[in-house]
């Protein structure tokens, strides 16, 4: 018969070295993982149960030490625990447990979706939106951006709006992503037009009509502006970036004859002309050259300043200067600027709450876009 150990102290001192065998930590020492506390709560409970001389049953623990083993009687008998896979069998698999927002490697929700789901985690990212209905009835809900094109009729999405017409929160942030896949499907904004200036205006209030706001609580004013030319914008950076697929080692009517994926063979040979006109291609290099003239980068990501700005104001609890915008993205995740011109310009209006001049004539245009 096991034997039983009467000292309290010396048994949970017992359990706590298996557990540090098993997970590589002791308990009382150091702050876990929520999933790895649930495993090791598991393993607390059963290890319990065998030091006190009660049935083990169907169980796993770790391996043990030798002087774990000789003071812990019928550990031998157990040593297949040591297998920490046995810890992720189905009946061992520990609850799903909440996430935060921000979180990019956040599992869906919906309980019907696939467990073996192996996007990159850059494209699990979740937003956490309001979804109102016909009847007007508001559920708080997470989405991804395939989420929001699968939305059913009379379901869309709401976006909340600062003070000087730009979107901004979770749904700011969903439906600047959802115009990106907009302005990427060229058969809704054909390439072959020169400009998005060029592109009729019956292109544009189809798509906005038909496709965006369907799908998002936007209004045919200030909303509109902002979209339409969020997506040109987004349209033109797509568009140059096709360039990069035309072969110079092969003729016009080479290239020609193999489009990108979603272009017709005209569309393609009418974007290669435009682009091999000398007048562009002239164009073109300037606009490398001044590009290589931006030595200073932003660590703002693909966040637009605007929501940018609304978070700090929600964090500092007042409204947030421009000024201080510029600074925050132009520093690292360590606090230090991301290199010493950025310090340089911004340290001696830190706080003021003031753009200088020079910040003013470098940021100014993006501190106005999305």
Not at 351 to 367: I, N
Request: proline share 7%; aromatic share 6%; hydrophobic share 30%.
């Amino acid at each position: 018969m096991p034997t039983v150990i009467e000292d309290r102290s010396c048994r949970d001192e017992q359990i706590e070295n298996m557990i540090h065998d098993a997970f590589g930590y002791h308990p009382s020492n150091e702050r876990v993982d929520p999933v790895e506390e649930v495993k090791m709560k598991r393993l607390s409970k059963k290890a319990k149960s065998c030091v006190d001389g009660q049935p083990i049953g169907r169980t796993h623990l770790p391996p043990q030490s030798t002087s774990v083993g000789a003071s812990i009687p019928n550990l031998g008998t157990i040593n297949q625990l040591g297998d920490s896979s046995s810890l992720h069998s189905p009946q061992h698999d520990p609850p799903t447990l909440p996430t935060t927002q921000d979180d990019t490697s956040t599992l869906p929700t919906n309980h019907n979706a696939s467990t073996n789901d192996q996007e990159s985690p850059k494209y699990r990212k979740y937003w956490v939106v309001d979804v109102v209905d016909e009847q007007g009835l508001t559920k708080e809900t997470h989405l991804r951006v395939h989420d929001a094109w699968g939305l059913p009729p009379g379901q869309r999405v709401v976006v909340p709006w600062n003070n000087i017409g730009q979107p901004i929160g979770e749904g700011g942030g969903l439906l600047a992503i959802f115009l990106g896949t907009v302005a990427m499907d060229f058969t809704l904004f054909p390439i072959s037009y020169a400009m998005w200036t060029t592109m009729p205006n019956v292109y544009k209030n189809e798509v906005y009509k038909n496709t965006v706001q369907a799908k998002f609580v936007v209004d045919d004013g200030q909303h509109k502006r902002f979209i339409l030319q969020s997506i040109g914008k987004k349209w033109r950076a797509r568009r140059g970036k096709l360039y990069k697929m035309y072969d110079t080692s092969k003729t016009r009517e080479e290239n020609i004859a193999n489009p990108p994926l979603g272009l017709t063979r005209e569309q393609w040979a009418s974007f290669i002309d435009y682009r091999n006109d000398p007048k562009n291609q002239e164009k073109s290099k300037k606009n490398k050259e001044n590009r290589k003239k931006q030595n200073i980068p932003h660590t703002g990501g693909s966040k637009s300043i605007a929501r940018k700005r609304a978070e700090m104001g929600i964090e500092k609890g007042a409204p947030v200067s421009r000024g201080d915008v510029w600074t925050a993205t132009h520093k690292r995740r360590d606090g230090y600027f991301v290199n010493d011109e950025a310090r340089l310009i911004s340290v001696p209006d830190e706080g003021s709450g003031q753009l200088s001049p020079e910040v003013a004539s470098r940021s100014t245009p993006s501190l106005n876009n999305d």
